[in-house]
């Protein structure tokens, strides 16, 4: 099937995949009460089981789980290392129903302080347009109102759905590190996620509890299109296909793979009569660049978002093919990145050319060589101010490097 060259921007992500599409978070009244009701259950039996163990600026690590061997490992070995990063999320609000949904710990520190990575649209109330007024976490296997985790909201974008979440010195989580029970979730690079691979969602399904589900990954990396939930606006994400069953409440859970690293965070599912099991997850590579962007110009400050820098070029794909590597026995994809158009007055403006084929790009002491178009946008989260971006570019057949140093104007909230 002919595929038509997509352009992206590298001021914003636009849209390439129009569907009908739902977040996966926002849980009915009757799921709350039953959930209030397992509160209850568990505050009645005395001999009910604890949980729960990891990590900060240099993060420990305890009891790290390894999984050697691949796809063809006991699943649930896997599942049992998602696990221990998992959390359930409940959103309160003053006039409206509660909100459920999940996240995965991203930092833990040895006093039981943690970052919490979720879907924005998990903390974000639509009709009350703002922020829940207040977050409860609770980890696996302590599903009960004893065991709550007050945790606060560190910043977020509705332009990447993702949002971050903190804890401070919670005596729960603490108590679950010494049993060696939690952990912060190990990342996985998902620029190497390939199609065909496990791909296990563990999340609040229903507002149920934390529970798993397994599949595989149908496709790589693709974008679809959701309305914003601060101002209804089309909104593009890229994301990972999986036919992992996924319902309201998985939403902000972790996707993982079969050693149990984190390949995406769950935001979305297609919900229509004719339609089976189709859900996408934030690749582990965006998480991680948005969540250390927050972290950087949230944590502690005013700035409540993303902030990222615009440049005034775009780009498109100019070339596509495929080639079977003999060594992974995988078909791999690879893209032609060029430019496309140079905004006049941009920053781009000075060191780039229309035509120019971008082989590569650094930031600070991190090179990645393009394969495929997302890397550069995805890339340029890890750009700050005063930082010096460098490219190299085929301009008409001969290699040069380029360099631009990114100002404060430059830079702009997501």
Sequence with gaps: MKQTSRILSLLVLLIAVATVMTSCSMTTSSSYDNFL????????NTNQSTTTGDDNKTPPIYNEIVIEGGDAVDVSLAASAGLRSAVSIYASYQTLSPAAGSGVIYKLEEDGSALVITNFHVVYSEAA??????????????????????????????????????????????????????????LADSDQTVVGQTAIAIGNAEAM????????????????????????????????????????????????????ELIGI?????????????????????????????????????????????????VINSGLSTYYDTETGRLVRVEEISVHEVNAGGLGES????????????????????????????????????????????????EKTVSVTLTAACITAY
């Design 37 to 44: 009701k397992a509160h209850e259950n568990s505050k009645n």
């Design 266 to 314: 769950v935001n979305a599912k297609i919900i229509n009569s004719s339609v089976e099991n189709i859900g996408y997850a934030i690749p582990s590579n965006v998480v991680k660049a948005v969540t250390t962007n927050i972290i950087d110009h949230c944590l502690g400050k005013d700035c409540k978002t993303v902030m990222r820098p615009i440049l005034g070029i775009t």
């Design 351 to 398: 060191i780039l050319k229309v035509g120019d084929v971008i082989k590569s790009v650094t930031i600070g002491e991190k090179t990645v060589t393009l394969t495929r178009q997302y890397q550069l946008i995805d890339f340029l989260l890890n750009a700050r101010e005063g930082d010096v971006v460098t490219f190299v570019v085929l301009r008409e057949g001969v």
């Design 129 to 186: 347009a703002r922020i829940c007024n207040e977050i409860e976490l609770y980890l696996y296997g302590m599903e009960g109102e004893d065991y709550a985790i007050p945790a606060t909201y560190v910043g977020g974008s509705a332009y990447y759905d993702l949002a971050v979440l903190q804890v401070s010195q919670s005596t729960v989580l603490k108590q679950a590190m010494s049993k060696g029970s939690v952990t912060a979730a190990k």
């Design 209 to 260: 509890g934390i529970s798993i589900t397994t599949g595989i990954v149908s496709v790589d990396s693709e974008y679809i299109e959701m309305k914003s939930v601060t101002d209804g606006a089309n909104t593009s994400f890229r994301v990972v296909r999986v036919d992992t069953a996924v319902n309201s409440g998985n939403s902000g859970g972790g996707l993982f793979n079969a050693q149990g």
